[in-house]
Every structure is written in C-alpha cells, then in structure tokens.
C-alpha cells in the first residue's frame, strides 16, 4: 500500500499454536491471501434449498504467521508512525475474538525486551525521530482511555494532583478544525521514551481485567492510547505548525458465552463488548456502501471516538487476530469477514497544518511597521509632511472640536486634512453635534405640545438638580465598595461609574439620609475582608519554599518521635487529630472562607429586602399615577401626573437599578466564595487521605523493607539490556514494580479478598524474567 493513499491497511496475524489446522486455513505463498475451508457435516441432513459453501478465500494485504514482534511493527506501523510526525493522523487496530493475541499485538510481554509490542516500539520510534529531525522542534502528549461498559475511564487519571475526575464528566466532543476528542480526558507531556513508557504501564495496571475459559488474562474493555503530537520549524519564521495524533487501539474480544463460560459481572461485561463491537461493524458495512448518506458513529462511545479513524483524516491500519484451531473456526471466519469490509474503507489523509495566533499578530505588527516606514519614505521624496500614527491627544481632540464649531457657525469654511486619524475624529464631533441638535428640537416639539413653559421649567430644575446629586452621592458609594473588592480576585466583578458630586450640602445631606444597609455596605467597603480568602493553590503557593523546614516540625508534634495515629481511633477521630496538626493551615483558611462566606450571605439576604421594598414602592407610585390618569380621563380631560409624582417615580427606578447592581455584585462574589470553599474542602480531604494511609494502614519500615526484598529479587533475576536503547524499558518496567508492589502492600485483607472477583482493575502476576 502506498503512503497516504487513503486506502486501510488490513493485516491478518495468526496465533501460534500446537494444535494449527492446516486443512482448514491456507496460507498462500504470495504472503497475503488466507483460503478457509469448510469440512461437510455428513451426519447432518443436506437441505436442497439451502446452498452451504464449502470454502472462502480472502486476499489482504498481508499474512503474519510465525513473525517476530520486530516484523509485525515493521510492516504493519513504522509507516503509520512516520507519517504522524509529519503531520498525518494514524490509527491502528486490533480486532478479533478474545484470547487470538490482540494485547500481545499491541502492547507485548512485559517480561522481556524483546517481545514488547506495538506501542513501545512506536513510542521509542518517534523519540529516536524527534532526536534526529533537528530542524523542527516536537511537542509529545500522552493520553490513555478505556471504555468499559460504555463508560469512559481516565486510566492515567491517578497520576493527577487534584481528586479525580468523575467518569461522567468526560464526553466525546466534536469541533471544526479540531475533530473529534474527549473533553476531561487529562493529557501528559512527555519529553523522553522512559517517561512515555511509564506513563504506559501505570495505565495498564489500571485496566480492568478478568479470566475465562479461553483466556486467563482477558481484556474486559477497549483501550485507546494516544500520542497527540506538535511539530514547529526551528528555520522558518511563519505562524505555521503542525500537528497529528497517533491512536493505538486494543480492542476487547468477541466472545461467545458457550465457549468462555461467563457469569455474572464477566456476563455482563461481554454483552457490553459483542454490542459495541456489532456496532462497530455496522459503521464498517455503512461506510463501505457509497450510496448510503448515513453512518451511525453515535451508537456507542466506541464507534464515535473512533470517528475520524474510520473514513476520516487519517492513516488506518487493522491487524485482524485469528486462532488457527479448528475450534475456532466459525470466530475466525467472523473476524475475516470484518477485515474484508474493512477494505472497502477509504479515508481521506491530509496534513494538519494550523497558524500560530500569536505568531501571526506579530507578522501582521511587523508588516504594520514596515508599510508605515514606507509611506513616510515616500512622503520625504515628494516633500509632504510626515503623517503621524499615534493616537489623537487631548490637546488635539480639543482643537478639532473647536474646529467644528466654527464650521458649523460659518466663521471657518474648511478644515486641513492630514490624517486619517482626524477624519475619523471629525465624523464623530460632527455626529455629536447632529445628535444633540436633534435633542433640542425634541425637547421643544415636547415643550410645545405639554405647554410646559419657561417658568415650569425652571420650577424642576431645583428637584433635577437635586435628585442628580442624591444619585451620584449613592453611586459614589457603590463605587467605593466595589473599587474595595477589586482584589477578591472573581473574574466577573463589574465596574460601577462614578460621578463626582457638584453640589457639596445637598450630597452631605444624603449621606445623613442614607439607608442603614448603605452605612452597613460602607462599613464594609472599608473592611475588605474578602481579601482574606485564599485558594488551595496560593496556600500550596505559598508553604512550598518552607516545605522541607517545616515538614518535620508538622510531622512531630511533640518534638521527639514521628507522629502516628493510634490504631484504635476511629477514622473521624484521626481526622479531628489531623485538622489539629499536619493540616491546620488548610483547616483555618477553610473556616475563614466559611466566614467570609456568611457575612457576604447575610448581606445578599438584606440587600435582597431593600431591593424588594423599592420595587414595591416603584409599584405603589405607579398605581397611583394610573389611577389618577383614569379619573382625569374620566372628566373629559388628560394631563400628566403632578411633577412630584414624575421625580418620585424617576428616583424610585434610579434607586432600584443601582440597588439591584450591587446585589449582583455580592451573588458573584457569593459565588466565588463557594468555590474556594468547596476547592479547600476538597484539599483538606484529599491530605488527610495521603496522610492516613501513609500512616495507619502499613508501618513505614515494614513496607520499605518488603519494597526493597521484593525489588531486589527482581533485580537478581533481570537479564542485562540487550542494547542501549532498551534501559528506558527496563526502566520503566522497574518503577512498574515498584508502584505494583506499592499497591499490593498497601490493600488490607479485607480489600484484597473483596477485589479477587472478576472484572477489576489487576495486573497479572508478571514472572521474573529467566
């Protein structure tokens, strides 16, 4: 197959075994065509209207019967994982039924070097790559997903800080551009093979596993991983780069329960895998049909993660694993006609090319300069003044204000032009002054038709007057009690503008009027106390350069001996202790955000009775003038409410407004509040938890000591790397262990014997290596 043709590879790998049917599979010479034949049942009654074929023939692009793991990756993915760093997408699949060898396709044997699989041979594939594509410069991102049950597991969510992710919060997406993704899926970078081979095994330590009659290790879900790389040229100044992803998929096996002898939860998890994997094949057989407009990819998780691997922008391969008994020779028959629909896939390849924002406003910024340069060149051959770019000044606006004034009296008959700056600030005076023309025609056609005079004018201008100091002296308040909680650090705290006062009694006679919760909000605006809220982060900020000083003095409070709680303590006791000693400082910063929690709850309680008794006074004043205009209309006559009534009601809706600003100002700091609440909660927890296991269930020294007998027998029993490049597996393969071991140590027996039932997270028994 040629590189990036858009057509899938299919592969076909055959099982060893001892007991390999020659008279039913054929293998041809050519390497790439498998002949099934079907032996007639003579006890068997023929049908004469049923026609029973009696052998298939199925022509793939390869036959890997009796290779080595070096060859499988050789044929089936060096070209996959090539294309990938040059900025194709690829994809390769395991599918066939359970227990034909898809895990050891993919991933291999831990045991040994030699026999690892596709995933650590293509992991050290792309960093011997990147080594040597010395004009570019890589980013490697890691992510490992398992499905299971039809539900998306983070299995490398352990490795996080924070709690972990709830398996319900991740959801398969899909944006332009961008393709399809798992949102809260936690991606890793990595920078060197041994840290993307240990990032591998601690995901499979975490896959669910179980075992059956047909296989003792069986897969009991699908499994992605992900190598999500980025590629930028180290030569070329553009705003382009590159970027790709390289999934590697295991696929659980089909199984047929009269075979496997699965009950209860391995039941189940069977039911789960057969549907996924029929699904998938009806996306398969809808793809292959050209006249069909519809592909059902949102039926399972499964079929819609792998979207733009089937039929997308992407590089497919699929190795189909068969067992080569006569047992199996109706699974096997299954699992060749799956890689012959697979075939008929096509898929559309193309390099992912993006532009940098960044990188492209700096261009953009420096052709900016350089057109600038250029124009005052040409402006000092031709002997023209130098156009100036900068923004307009006060100064400037000021005397292009005026200008306009005098164009508009008649006294100047035209304005010099010199920028393009000051068109564009003589359009905006020249539509001030049209607009406040047509004001002034409005409020005389008003005049005019209310008869309102000269001398009822001036009797609401005192009223006006001073009703505008009364609002500006309540939103110089409100300003100082917002500009007082700019550091509260919330992301959507509004800005309130402030007026500034020209009428000194009337605003010191408000403030003497002024509500008891505007004293109140005052007082508070004086005492940020907000400011004394502090997230897990700025605290863990803030402990981490003291970390080592402090440590042991947390650790020991009585000076003398390490700290251990009693084992007769009950859980919640042993959390008092710890809220005590080792985790006071989460403890008080939690209780002092509870605090400031309350006082902002009461406030937004009180602020909320004010804001209601303003709405029903605007309510009340509003009654009030309709009633009056429906006896005057009743008359024969109608005129406007008194103007008392009018300021009033004008008043009482300023008021309502600013009231109810300020009061969702304190539901977003109430708000913000909550989550740094929740987010120490969370904190304190989480330490306790560490700090409890630590402590309670293993003494220190016996689990030190086991660690090392344990891993020293291994060490004893490891054969020496068969090459340099191998020391990032076997390095990795240790720390495996040692989390392993880790783990095991660390499981009461309680726990132990309650997980030794089907379908939970294990790891098989890994032999040291002879």
């Known amino acids: 197959m040629k590189a990036h043709s858009g057509e899938v590879g299919v592969f076909v790998r055959i099982r060893p075994t001892a007991n390999f049917s020659q008279d039913i599979i054929e293998c041809l010479p050519d390497g790439q065509t498998v002949n099934i034949h079907h032996k007639k049942d003579t006890r068997k009654p023929l049908c004469p209207r049923k026609i029973q074929r009696s052998s298939w023939s199925f022509r793939l692009e390869g036959v890997l019967q009796d290779v080595s793991q070096e060859e499988v990756y050789t044929r089936v993915c060096r070209r996959v994982v090539l294309g990938a760093l040059d900025g194709y997408n690829g994809t390769v699949l395991c599918f066939g039924q359970t227990g034909a060898g898809k895990t050891y396709t993919m991933t291999g044997s831990t045991e040994s070097y030699k026999q690892r699989g596709v995933i650590p041979r293509a992991i050290q594939e792309v960093f011997q790559e990147v080594q040597k594509r010395t004009e570019h410069t890589f980013s490697v991102y890691l992510s490992y997903l398992e499905i299971y049950n039809e539900t998306l597991v983070d299995l490398l969510a352990s490795l996080q800080s924070s709690a972990l992710p709830s398996p319900r919060s991740m959801v398969v997406s899909e944006e332009p551009g961008r393709g399809v993704f798992i949102r809260g899926l936690s991606l890793h970078p990595v920078h060197s093979e041994e840290e993307a081979l240990n990032l591998l095994f601690e995901g ?40 790709s992803k390289l999934n590697l998929v295991d696929l659980a096996g089909s199984e047929r329960l009269g075979k496997t002898g699965s009950e209860g939860q391995m039941f189940k998890e069977a039911m789960y895998i057969n549907k996924s994997l029929s699904f998938l094949e009806q996306a398969i057989l809808a793809l292959a049909d050209r006249r069909r407009d519809h592909v059902p990819f949102r039926q399972t998780k499964l079929t819609h993660a792998l979207k733009d691997s089937l039929g997308g922008n992407c590089n497919t391969v699929l190795v189909a694993n068969i067992y080569g008994e006569a047992s199996q020779k109706e699974e096997t028959l299954s699992t060749l006609r799956f890689a012959s629909r697979m075939k008929c896939i096509r898929t559309n390849p193309a390099v992912n090319e993006h532009m940098d924002p960044a990188a492209q406003i700096k261009k953009l910024k420096k052709d900016v300069q350089m057109l600038k340069e250029e124009l005052s060149f040409g402006n000092t051959l031709v002997n023209r003044p130098s156009v100036p770019y900068d923004p307009l000044s006060q100064a400037q606006l000021a005397e292009i204000d005026s200008q306009v004034q005098r164009y508009l009296e008649g006294s100047l008959k035209e304005i010099s032009i010199i920028s393009v700056s000051q068109v564009r600030a003589l359009f905006a005076k020249f539509k001030l002054a049209v607009h406040r023309g047509q004001e002034k025609k409005v409020n005389a056609r008003l005049r005019q038709t209310y008869n309102l005079g000269e001398e009822d004018q001036r009797a609401d201008t005192p009223a006006v007057k001073e009703w505008d100091t009364r609002g500006s002296t309540e939103e110089d308040e409100a300003g100082s009690f917002e500009v007082s909680h700019k550091n509260t650090q919330h992301p959507s705290s509004t800005r309130a503008k402030t007026k500034k006062s020209k009428d000194k009694p009337s605003q010191s006679k408000r403030q003497g009027e002024e509500s008891p919760l505007s004293k109140k909000r005052s007082d508070s605006a004086s005492k940020p106390k907000l400011n004394s809220v502090q997230s897990p982060e700025r605290e863990q900020e803030l402990q981490e350069p003291d970390t080592e000083s402090q440590e042991p003095q947390e650790s020991q409070p009585n000076g003398k001996e390490p700290f251990h709680p009693d084992s007769t303590l009950t859980k919640a006791e042993a959390f008092d202790d710890f809220k005590m000693g080792r985790g006071s400082k989460l403890n008080r910063i939690l209780q002092e955000n509870k605090a400031v929690l309350l006082e902002r709850r009461s406030l937004h309680r009180q602020l909320t009775d004010e804001v209601n008794a303003v709405k029903r006074e605007i309510d009340c004043t509003a009654a009030t003038m309709q009633q009056y205009r429906e006896t005057r209309g009743g008359q024969g006559r109608y005129s406007e409410p008194d103007d008392t009534l009018l300021n009033q009601l004008r008043e009482l809706k300023a008021l309502y407004r600013q009231r109810y600003e300020v009061l969702n100002d304190i539901k977003a700091e109430i708000n913000y509040c909550q989550h740094l609440v929740d987010q120490c909660r969370v904190r304190l927890l989480s330490e306790f938890e560490k700090w409890y296991k630590k402590y309670s269930l293993v003494p220190e020294e016996d689990l030190e000591t086991s660690m090392d007998n344990t891993l020293d027998q291994c060490d004893d029993n490891q054969l020496p790397p068969e090459s340099s490049s191998s020391e990032s597996f076997h390095n990795a393969r240790y720390r495996m262990l040692r989390r392993r071991n880790t783990r095991s140590l660390c499981v009461t027996p309680e726990q132990r014997s309650s997980s030794s039932g089907s379908g939970q997270r294990t790891l098989p028994q890994i032999p040291p290596v002879s």
């Open 204 to 243: 499979e330590m975490n896959r669910v596993i179980g075992s059956h009659a047909l296989n003792r290790n069986s897969s009991r879900s699908h499994c992605i991983f992900t190598l999500h790389l980025e590629s930028r040229s180290r030569t070329l100044s553009d705003a382009k780069y590159v970027t």
